[in-house]
């Protein structure tokens, strides 16, 4: 250009030929840019080159590599090592008395083994199990770049973590009944196959949008209820299992439906929507923080498996008066139409009631910690309401209550909840003298779960204590311990009467233990 204006009477030149010949003029007279296919990056060169430029700007340091290679191979070995440690003490516990009931060690396998695949077919369909970070989200799914070439990493990532998983599912319970080292490698290919179909089969339904709370994912949440409940009905009048070991031609089986799955997958992965993507990335990124922070209400919300709107139950409560009723009903509600939460109470008080089948566990301090943890367990599964109230306290100024009345009063439907779980433990457990003191033991829990839903975020400026295996976060321990703190102490009058039995001193003892908690919850 030298800056001169152009002749009136000059026509102006043909800038849309000169920029890309045989293409038609834009409006204005301004040239319409074309694509070129064959100057465009795949999504594999994509990655590539954004791997090349974060590599130049974070050079990797000496030996990194081998040492990240090292110290997955020491733990790998320090849980072998871990694992036929306790192989004869675990043997020597489902051995005797434990036959009498039908707990042996082929239903402990099948049962570790059933709920392994279900709980990791409800991560998979949440998280994806395609997909990309959220950085990738942002820079990359706008570009022409194709979907299974930006993908190829999370899938490689999910079809290892999914045979992994399925390996340790399978091998472990074998290792630990006892069976023999072919035994253990062909339940451990059982694991892997089945961890191969289910990842492979999430990821098929990926792309149809199937997550958590479409109609797969509440089959799987109806499924990880009836587990337990199958291995009670079967610990109580089933004859006794040993240990077993699958023939060869089931993981081949399962290893070929496996790999017409993941060729399936494959195919579909060009059809992921932008949604999905992010979707996806926002729950592994909230996931991941939740574990980091050992925060397992987040981690419920992530994967999509805490209170949701649900037309299960359309039945609402109708005879609400005053203010309590109305919250006791607003909360009874939320818990009917969770899916998930009445699911998982269900699971826990059918393993609780198989667990104390085994002898070590039926008395003395193993019963009492079965019925403190899985009653405390329970007892978050009913605390969908308090917990929405802890993450969002406009909820609770809305009610015309006092902030402690508010919290005491929803420690009602926690505390039922609590109670399902030790009463079902009481009936199969042959009962005894310890279920009068159960009732007031329940309210503990409650109290404690609705402790635990209103503690707050983790107090990340306390100062941590330097320890021989590292730096230990003292706030983040603190958070954690409210609550289990209430249904540890709260729950040593259950505890003395497992022991010694029930006494007149011990009720008295756990109702006033109860109205402790639930004073302390309440502030």
Excluded at 16 to 26: D, L, S
Excluded at 96 to 103: E, I, Q
């Amino acid at each position: 250009m030298t800056g001169e204006a152009p002749d009136a009477g000059t026509a102006a030149p043909d800038t849309t030929t000169a920029a890309h010949p045989g293409t038609a003029a834009a409006a204005g007279g301004l040239p319409r840019l074309v694509a070129v296919d064959e100057e465009s990056l795949t999504g594999a060169e994509l990655r590539r080159l954004t791997a090349r430029v974060r590599a130049h700007n974070l050079p990797a340091e000496p030996g990194r590599v081998a040492l990240d290679v090292a110290e997955v191979v020491i733990s790998l070995a320090l849980v072998v090592l871990y694992l036929w440690g306790f192989g004869g003490p675990v043997r020597e516990l489902l051995g005797s008395d434990a036959t009498a009931f039908g707990l042996g060690p082929g239903l402990v396998q099948a049962l570790v083994l059933a709920l392994a695949t279900v709980a990791g077919a409800a991560v998979a369909l949440r998280l994806g199990p395609a997909g990309l970070p959220a950085a990738g989200v942002r820079w990359w799914v706008p570009t022409p770049a194709d979907r299974t070439g930006l993908t190829s990493p999370s899938v490689v990532r999910a079809l290892l973590a999914g045979v992994g998983a399925g390996l340790v599912a399978g091998g472990a319970p074998a290792a630990l009944a006892g069976v023999g080292l072919a035994g253990v490698g062909l339940d451990a290919a059982f694991g892997a196959a089945l961890g191969l179909l289910v990842v492979a089969g999430a990821g098929a339904l990926q792309g149809s949008g199937a997550t958590s709370g479409s109609l797969p994912g509440r089959v799987l949440d109806l499924l990880l209820a009836a587990v337990p409940v199958a291995g009670l009905g079967l610990a109580l009048w089933a004859p006794a299992w040993g240990a077993w070991t699958v023939p060869w031609a089931v993981p081949a089986a399962l290893a070929g439906a496996g790999t017409v799955a993941l060729v399936v997958w494959e195919r579909g992965l060009d059809r992921l929507r932008a949604g999905e993507l992010r979707a996806r990335a926002s729950a592994a990124m909230q996931a991941s923080a939740a574990l980091l922070s050992l925060d397992g209400g987040g981690v419920s919300r992530a994967l999509g498996t805490g209170p949701a709107a649900s037309r299960a139950f359309a039945w609402v409560p109708r005879t609400a008066r005053g203010p309590a009723g109305a919250l006791l009903a607003a909360d009874a509600t939320l818990l009917l139409r969770s899916p998930a939460a009445l699911a998982a109470l269900l699971a826990l008080a059918s393993a609780a009631a198989v667990a104390v089948q085994v002898p070590a566990l039926s008395g003395g301090i193993g019963l009492w910690a079965v019925l403190a943890g899985a009653g405390y367990a329970g007892a978050l599964a009913g605390a969908g309401g308090p917990r929405s109230a802890g993450e969002n306290p406009r909820l609770d100024a809305l009610v015309p209550l006092g902030a402690r009345t508010t919290r005491a009063v929803r420690t009602v439907w926690p505390a039922l909840a609590a109670g399902v779980v030790l009463a079902l433990v009481a009936v199969v457990g042959g009962g005894g003298v310890w279920p009068a003191v159960a009732a007031p033991a329940a309210v503990v829990l409650g109290a404690a779960a609705v402790r635990s839903a209103y503690r707050g975020p983790v107090p990340w400026d306390v100062p941590m204590i330097a320890t021989a295996a590292g730096a230990l976060p003292t706030g983040l321990v603190l958070h954690q311990l409210k609550g289990p703190d209430v249904a540890l102490l709260g729950t040593l009058p259950l505890a003395l009467s497992v022991v010694t039995g029930a006494t007149p001193a011990l009720v008295v003892a756990q109702v006033v233990a109860a109205a402790g908690a639930v004073w302390r919850a309440a502030r």
